[in-house]
């Protein structure tokens, strides 16, 4: 069974920074494209950011600059270091194969306010 588990979603303000986790278990992280996905309230769930089984990565325009996507093979966890965040990035966040493959976990919920 595979498990995506997403962690370290929070409260932060403007300007602010926090990394988010995906701890996957039943899949090795670097045989797969992972990638970062959001849904925002009321809107579709978006890619934002994709690290490529060769290590390439790919940003959502919205987050180029400021997301910085990664992989620990040895801990099979990807991650998301998300800085100078904008109210416009709240959402819950999602990890997942890109192409998604597998079933989506639970998120974690990154609100940006002051």
């Known amino acids: 069974q595979v498990l995506l588990v997403e962690s370290g979603g929070g409260l932060v303000q403007p300007g602010g920074s926090l990394r988010l986790s995906c701890a996957a278990s039943?899949?090795?992280?670097?045989?797969?494209?992972m990638a970062w996905y959001r849904q925002a309230p009321g809107k579709q769930r978006e890619l934002v950011a994709v690290i490529h089984s060769d290590g390439i990565t790919n940003y959502a325009d919205s987050v180029k600059g400021r997301f910085t996507i990664s992989r620990d093979n040895a801990k099979n966890t990807a991650y998301l270091q998300m800085n100078s965040l904008k109210p416009e990035d709240t959402a819950v966040y999602y990890c997942?194969?890109?192409?998604?493959?597998?079933?989506w976990g639970q998120g974690t919920q990154v609100t940006v306010s002051s």
């Open positions: 039943g899949i090795i992280c670097r045989f797969y494209n």
């Open positions: 997942n194969t890109q192409p998604t493959v597998f079933s």
